[in-house]
């Protein structure tokens, strides 16, 4: 009897599994939501390019003339005559429109990893913007309209993991407090990661001039230094649409999970990266210029959104978990330990 009593008390953990398997039964019931992405691939594939070659070429102009003015300007004129290429045909790729895929929470895209110049049978339309203001004004736009787009995207695969359904409706009349909250979540992180950015560039570059391994080393610890203080945080916006939770809350939850969970969900989200970035691969197979791509933008819609829907899964069953759990640490079982 007590050792039954233990077992109570110890309810089992979340399984990885069976949250995968879920999730992806849970797209192909619903699969709807697989629009959001398939959507954004065909914008950024078929519709205008809106590039700012000519302000980078501009740049790399007024950098040139700068470096002529330095006491080793040769040298400076060789390096950069040696990148000029590599600058073209970057501005070349570039699509202001990608940034409607914002991170963390955002529609996922194939094409984002591609920026394709060409399409089946021809080519797109190009736009140069040649007004910084305009580009700087464009990009945040297209940024907050991502994060939107993507609370209500997430908003719909939450419904579909969780509770089967995928109307429409119900996630319009909740995108609002979404939509705001995940803003602000997203202003949060980036804030967070610009304030940290700047004195560990700096550290790390002051030690890369002392030593290449020691700078190495460095870049290294930093690196792992902000996945420890990020990873806690991965599942912050689930608390968002679960729960219905605010930012702070959300947060808290998600690192109350992670902390009680973190073994199983370091090999959740190993195995959700390993997913994605072997079918990524796959996916990227044909060339952009060929109709074989949209099996890739096919494929890639369904395992994100099974992997997103995944993450909901396991989320809600972790919470519970750990609810449990700590509930009946406050409230032993009678007779325990």
């Not at 409607?100 to 194939?110: D, I, K, Q, T």
């Not at 579909?160 to 995108?175: E, K, T, Y």
């Not at 304030?195 to 080393?217: K, T």
């Amino acid at each position: 009897m007590e050792h039954n009593e233990s077992q109570a008390v110890t309810p089992a953990p979340p399984q990885v599994i069976p949250a995968l398997i879920a999730g992806f039964d849970s797209v192909t019931r619903h699969w709807g939501v697989l629009f959001f992405p398939i959507g954004l691939d065909f914008l950024l594939w078929f519709g205008p390019h809106v590039q700012v070659k000519t302000l980078l070429r501009l740049w790399l102009e007024q950098t040139i003339r700068l470096a002529a003015t330095l006491p080793d300007a040769a040298e400076w004129k060789s390096a950069l005559d040696a990148v000029g290429p590599a600058w073209e045909s970057m501005a070349e790729h570039i699509n202001l429109l990608a940034a409607l895929r914002a991170f963390p929470v955002g529609v996922p895209s194939l094409m984002i990893s591609l920026l394709p110049v060409a399409v089946p049978g021809g080519s797109p339309r190009f736009i140069d913007l040649q007004s910084f203001t305009q580009s700087t004004g464009l990009i945040f736009l297209l940024t907050v309209m991502g994060v939107l787009l993507g609370a209500l995207y997430f908003g719909l695969v939450q419904q579909a993991a969780l509770r089967d359904v995928a109307g429409i409706f119900n996630a319009l009349r909740d995108w609002p407090r979404a939509g705001l909250n995940i803003l602000a979540l997203t202003l949060l992180w980036v804030g967070v990661l610009m304030g940290l950015s700047v004195p560990l560039s700096l550290v790390s570059s002051l030690l890369m001039a002392v030593g290449s391994s020691v700078g190495v080393l460095v870049i290294l610890m930093i690196f792992s230094f902000l996945l420890w203080l990020l990873v806690p945080l991965i599942f912050a916006p689930h608390g968002v649409f679960v729960y219905r939770l605010s930012i702070w809350k959300a947060i808290k939850r998600s690192v109350l999970i992670v902390r009680f969970t973190f073994p199983t969900t370091a090999v959740f989200l190993i195995g959700a990266v390993f997913i994605s970035q072997v079918m990524d691969a796959l996916w990227r197979i044909p060339p952009e210029d060929s109709w074989l791509m949209l099996i890739g933008v096919g494929g890639h819609a369904f395992v994100a959104t099974g992997l997103l829907a995944a993450s909901f899964v396991y989320y809600h069953h972790a919470d519970q978990w750990v609810q449990t759990y700590l509930e009946r640490l406050k409230n032993p079982v009678h007779g325990e330990g």
